[in-house]
């Protein structure tokens, strides 16, 4: 059973049946069955789906976005942004996507040599719960502007989200009267999933979530050899140098520390600090965390809203108090509150070294680490100290900052701005964070057979 717990309350809320064997191969045969006609619609037919889509989305955002607050907690605010950037990534994709597929000619001996760009067929989703409709598009947007159809496995602890992203792909499907299976939604428990990435009728997968996972996912696939796109976690690292803007750093590192509670993989997670300015930013920092509202998700007024489960709230403290045991000055927050839900407060940490567990480890909450270092080259060195490789930001002169990026083992570097994902803008990360890319032009090119087209007579 797929059991939702309000993580406000800590109330059980929705309780799903997870697919059975008829549903599952209902539900893969769709998918397969309907890939001709979803290829032979075309870019343009596809694309004029993918905006149908993005407009349902834009049209039913206040009855979307509560879905999010009840089943995972993110506050009201960022769930309504959440929605708009689904629809934005569907429409980037269909406005883009005959560009970024576009034949790619390349001389040769032939009389025309080319590289075209056609669908692999069907591409199952595996997605995690915290970003549950971004999450949904970014997968599907660039498979289904390919001429992919999608099998959507999301999170078992958002099924009323999925269920509701399914409703409105399906709907607008329907109504441009295409046939069931181009997206469907599966609701799998864990154990169910390494049966359908087996399937013949799955040709690729993307996974968002851990390494843990991500490495069983890959492990899987690779024994069958179908192509994978893995998002996996990150240890991101955050350098803030002595020329910088104290102020503007002090406020994008806030933001991004706390946006959904902290529960973010591209989050600003280990604060970096040049020492001759770690003082004053740690007083920037401290004071702006303190401001923040810990509380009800579904109040405009809240910032930072609980944590999406139980036992990821005990972890999150557990890294905590460790951290603090070892020695790190804790600035904030760092007890557990009482009363219902899964709330965790504002927590700042200063002084924290490498050995401690909130630095070695991914915290996954509004938990700030502060570290102290002798100067920019020490900083590169411990920011590429991890087995993770993901996202970094860089606080310093615009032409200091770009030549540091090149010195940083991630997937995407942020000078003087906020780590964030964007349709136009290809993401994604290196060592155990993962591999290949998501949006962009590389994103949409994950899931396409690259066939080389070679027409004679042959050229002297």
């Not at 469907?184 to 013949?200: F, G």
Request: aromatic residues 4%.
């Amino acid at each position: 059973m797929l059991t939702v717990i309000d993580p406000t309350t800590g109330r059980v809320v929705r309780e799903v049946e997870p697919a059975g064997a008829e549903r599952i191969e209902s539900t893969l045969a769709a998918a397969e069955a309907s890939r001709a006609a979803w290829h032979d619609l075309g870019l343009e037919g596809r694309a004029a789906v993918l905006r149908a889509v993005a407009a349902r989305l834009r049209e039913r955002t206040d009855e979307l976005a509560p879905l999010m607050t009840e089943e995972m907690g993110k506050p009201i605010g960022e769930a309504h942004g959440e929605v708009a950037k689904a629809a934005w990534c569907l429409e980037h994709y269909a406005d883009h996507g005959a560009e970024y597929l576009a034949d790619e000619v390349i001389a040769s001996d032939a009389t025309r040599s080319y590289v075209q760009h056609l669908p692999l067929g069907t591409v199952l989703g595996v997605l995690p719960w915290n970003a549950p409709f971004w999450l949904a598009s970014r997968f599907a947007a660039p498979a289904l502007m390919a001429g992919n159809t999608c099998v959507m496995k999301h999170d078992p602890h958002v099924p009323g989200c999925a269920a509701a992203i399914e409703e409105v792909f399906t709907t607008e499907l329907a109504r441009a009267g295409l046939p069931e299976g181009i997206f469907s939604n599966l609701p799998l428990e864990t154990p169910q999933v390494a049966d359908v990435i087996r399937d013949r009728r799955i040709d690729a997968v993307s996974f968002t979530g851990s390494a843990r996972g991500g490495a069983a996912v890959a492990s899987i696939a690779a024994g069958e050899i179908k192509p994978t796109v893995l998002e996996l976690g990150g240890s991101d690292p955050c350098l803030v140098l002595a020329d910088s803007d104290l102020d503007a750093a002090a406020d994008t590192i806030t933001l991004s520390r706390i946006i959904n509670a902290g529960q973010s993989c591209i989050a600003a997670k280990r604060i970096i600090v040049e020492e001759s300015v770690y003082d004053a930013l740690v007083d920037r920092l401290r004071v702006r965390l303190e401001k923040l509202t810990v509380g009800d998700p579904s109040s405009p007024s809240t910032d930072v809203g609980p944590i999406a489960r139980a036992d990821l709230r005990e972890e999150l403290h557990r890294q905590v108090t460790e951290t603090v045991d070892a020695g790190a000055r804790l600035l904030l927050g760092g007890e557990l509150p009482e009363g219902d839900g899964f709330f965790y407060p504002v927590t700042m940490l200063c002084d924290v070294t490498e050995d401690m567990t909130a630095c070695r480890e991914e915290t996954f909450g509004p938990v700030m680490v502060v570290t102290p270092v002798a100067d920019a080259d020490a900083a590169v060195a411990m920011a590429n100290r991890t087995d993770f490789g993901l996202a970094a930001a860089v606080w310093s002169t615009p032409e200091r900052g770009e030549a540091l990026a090149r010195r940083i083992v991630a997937g995407q570097v942020a000078v003087n701005g906020i780590v964030k994902t964007d349709p136009r803008l290809p993401s994604g990360g290196v060592k155990r964070s993962g591999y290949g890319r998501e949006l962009g032009p590389h994103g949409i090119r994950e899931f396409v057979n690259a066939q080389q087209v070679w027409v004679g007579p042959k050229q002297d």
